[in-house]
């Protein structure tokens, strides 16, 4: 059997969650808005970022575009980085 949530809602403070389907979502590293659940984005080991922002702050920094391989986490819009750079320090 698996324990009930009651415990869990009862200590926690009251805060103003958002009521739409981004609860657990997590903020991009770049813009620091939600990443929504369903949008194309990077999950690197520095965070998860909006595919766009990520491309664009990649970008920057390498001067090359990111190896984005799709269906990180068995999910197609998710994708992951080869971080061959960040890797090799
Ligand atoms: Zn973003």
């Not at 990180?72 to 998710?78: E, L, N, S």
Request: aromatic share 10%.
């Amino acid at each position: 059997m698996t324990p009930g949530r009651e415990g869990i809602e009862g200590t926690m403070d009251e805060q103003n969650v958002i009521d739409i389907d981004m609860k657990g979502a997590p903020a991009c590293g770049r813009c620091f808005m939600l990443v929504a659940r369903y949008a194309p984005q990077v999950v690197a080991s520095s965070g998860t970022y909006h595919r766009e922002c990520f491309e664009a702050w990649y970008f920057g920094r390498y001067r090359k575009r990111p190896r984005l391989i799709a269906g990180a986490h068995g999910d197609r819009h998710r994708f992951q980085v080869r971080e061959t750079e960040d890797l090799a320090a």
